[in-house]
């Protein structure tokens, strides 16, 4: 039996269409198997380093910053070991439902709110990807060993060691220190911070952020392999040691710089004081009243209660400033009398005074239709310049004023501007304000533009020379320039930075920053404005005798009572001890304090006396302040 095959041959085209088909699988079959050979052979090695570092985590071991100490060596901002609850967003589970059910267990067994996290991981991932975002710190003992226990139900959690700033002595200095927080993602395109990661920390205010540079360590690195939920498996792989940054010791003494915050705010009002060595610079006391306290910073989540009492609420103009705000380099405000030395310098130098001169002081003064009284109406008739500031004659200053304006040139405002009033000083500390020094060009500038209602005139220079009208000014600008006349005309750089040390001790900087320019200052006219400043404070009939009286250490000083409306008057005083040969500035000004001798002059009592080592009882008062308009 045969068997036939009948069927018809196959087609060309049918044949042409299974050679192509063939051929295209035999290359994709060539493809995938030299890719597989690329893979496994040539590019083994590459792949196979990915792989290993997938394992391998690297952690940032933070750098201690350097101590913040006081001229005797008193710590004024250390650091402390703090355990810290932190989260790896990027190690979190993928799915939602597990994320939030870890998160809400995480708020369980932390004592937090489920909303707080959740937030504060928002806000560290847009300010900081891939960095861990710290959730609370100062974590117990007890969490630790139990996120540790079960470290396979909560990927991404750890407890860390990290360095916390410490203030030993609460809110001392507050403004002098300023505080830390994390780098900010704006802060991390400034040129400053360029070789910063984010979650470091940097100085925000005062001087952890002008000397931030040198108070910040250079970090450390680890690298370690882990498993699969992120938790060690074996040692470090590699390690680089942390570098602390550098110590700051300030020219601030912190005995000092209590006694002036206690005896500003022993008023209960709003103030400030500046506490200045004449011939350096050195910044022995600044303080501004009300404080805040910088160790709630250290906080990784400030609240909006902690955030207003601090910086205050948005939009309210019914205070005078949030106690963040600094009065002592930035509090704008009239000087009063406290200006009269000025205006004296100025009337000298431009030669229409001498010490000698002598006007008549009859109450009051009258300026085309304005009259221009003394405080409280006194007449001290004849007066040469030492007793018009002895008495603090308005009258003398105002005709000072007036003449000077007459003269033309702006030589009060010369004058002013030459001893420092009206732009900053130059402290090394951030935010120092300008303050303002009234002249014609300004106020035409403005009545230009509509700003004002009328141009500059003559009342505005007499206004001036007694520390009224538009004038601006900070209780450290008038220490820089009481200095300069004390001193004979060098016109000093205030600084509180003192010198810089390595971790060991070594001094590795002195900061001893140049003048800034030198004044003319006669000798004569030097003395003249110093006798009459130690009259004010040490004689009878002087505005500042009821206080000073009985002082044990000669003084030099002026009062000053400026009106502020709306507010009540600003109480001012500016010191200069010992005398002859001042070796210090103290300048006090304490919001609606009244009189100068009401307020501002006790305070400053108080700060000389820390000063020169007095006891209590050693200084006596004299006599009542009532009769006192300065």
């Known amino acids: 039996m045969f068997l036939r095959d009948d069927r018809p041959p196959l087609p060309g085209q049918f044949s042409l269409r299974v050679a192509v088909l063939g051929a295209f699988a035999l290359i994709a079959f060539s493809i995938i198997f030299f890719r597989l050979w690329y893979l496994g052979v040539l590019s083994g090695d590459k792949y196979l380093a990915e792989a290993q570092n997938n394992q391998v985590r690297k952690i940032t071991v933070q750098a201690p910053r350097g101590e913040i100490l006081d001229r005797n060596g008193e710590v004024l901002v250390a650091n402390r070991d703090a355990l810290a609850l932190q989260v790896r967003t990027e190690e979190l589970p993928r799915r939602a439902r597990q994320r939030e059910e870890e998160l809400r267990e995480v708020a369980r067994i932390a004592n937090l709110r489920y909303e707080r996290i959740v937030k504060r991981i928002r806000e560290g991932e847009v300010e900081a990807p891939a960095t861990p975002v710290t959730l609370r710190r100062d974590v117990p ?42 780098v900010s993602a704006e802060q991390l395109k400034d040129p400053r911070f360029q070789n910063l990661d984010p979650g470091d920390t940097v100085g925000q205010d005062g001087v952890e952020s002008s000397y931030d540079s040198l108070l910040r360590g250079i970090n450390g690195t680890t690298r370690v392999q882990v498993d699969a939920t992120g938790r060690p498996t074996g040692r470090a792989l590699s390690q680089q040691q942390s570098k602390a940054g550098n110590n700051l010791v300030l020219s601030l003494d912190s005995n000092l710089q209590e006694a002036g915050e206690e005896a500003v705010a022993s008023f209960g009002k709003p103030g400030a004081f500046a506490v200045l060595n004449v011939n350096n610079g050195e910044v022995l006391g600044l303080g501004s009243v009300p404080t805040y306290d910088p160790s709630v910073f250290t906080q990784p989540v400030i609240t909006q209660a902690e955030s207003e009492a601090i910086f205050g609420v948005p939009g309210d103009t019914t205070s005078t400033g949030a106690p963040i705000f600094d009065r002592a380099t930035n509090g704008a405000y009239p000087t009063g ?3 009269k030395p000025i205006t004296a ?17 009859g109450g009051s003064l009258r300026v085309g239709d304005i009259t221009f009284q003394n405080a409280g109406g006194v007449a001290h008739g004849s007066v040469d310049m030492r007793t018009a500031l002895q008495v603090s004659s308005d009258v003398y200053f105002y005709t000072l004023g007036r003449d000077l304006d007459y003269a033309g040139d702006e030589a009060l405002q010369t004058s002013a501007a030459a001893l420092g009033i009206g732009s900053p000083t130059g402290i090394d500390l951030p935010g120092e304000g300008p303050g303002l020094l009234p002249s014609p060009e300004w106020r035409d500038e403005l009545y230009r533009k509509g700003l004002t209602d009328r141009p500059w005139s003559v009342g505005d220079n007499v206004n001036l020379a007694v520390g009224q009208g538009d004038l601006q000014a900070d209780p450290l600008q008038m220490a820089v320039a009481y200095a300069t006349i004390a001193n004979g005309g060098q016109v000093v750089r205030p600084h509180v930075g003192l ?91 304490i919001e609606q304090g009244g009189f100068g001798a009401d307020a501002a002059a006790p305070a400053t009592r ?25």
Do not use: C
Request: aromatic fraction near 12%.
């Open 141 to 182: 003992f007890e969490l630790i060993y139990y996120i540790r226990e079960n470290q396979e139900r909560f990927p991404g959690v750890s407890v860390e060691r990290i360095y916390v700033r410490t203030y030993p002595h609460g809110t001392l200095a507050a403004h002098v220190l300023g505080y830390v927080r994390e």
């Open 337 to 339: 009398s406290t200006f």
């Open 345 to 361: 310098i100025a009337a000298m130098s431009s030669g229409i005074a001498d010490p000698g001169t002598v006007i008549y002081d």
């Open 499 to 589: 010198r810089v040390e390595d971790p060991a001790g070594r001094v590795i900087q002195q900061i001893e920053p140049a003048p800034r320019r030198q004044v003319e200052i006669d000798p004569a006219w030097r003395d003249a404005i110093m006798e009459g400043l130690n009259r004010a404070a040490m004689e009878p009939g002087g505005t500042s005798y009821a206080i000073f009286g009985g002082f044990p250490i000669e003084i030099a000083g002026k009062t000053g009572t400026a009106e502020r409306p709306p507010y009540g008057d600003q109480s001012w005083y500016v010191a200069l001890a010992p005398y002859p040969d001042p070796q210090i500035a103290v300048a006090v000004t």
């Open 606 to 630: 108080q700060i000389l006396e820390t000063y020169f080592n007095l006891k209590p009882g050693q200084v006596e008062s004299v006599g009542s302040t009532s009769a006192i308009y300065e």
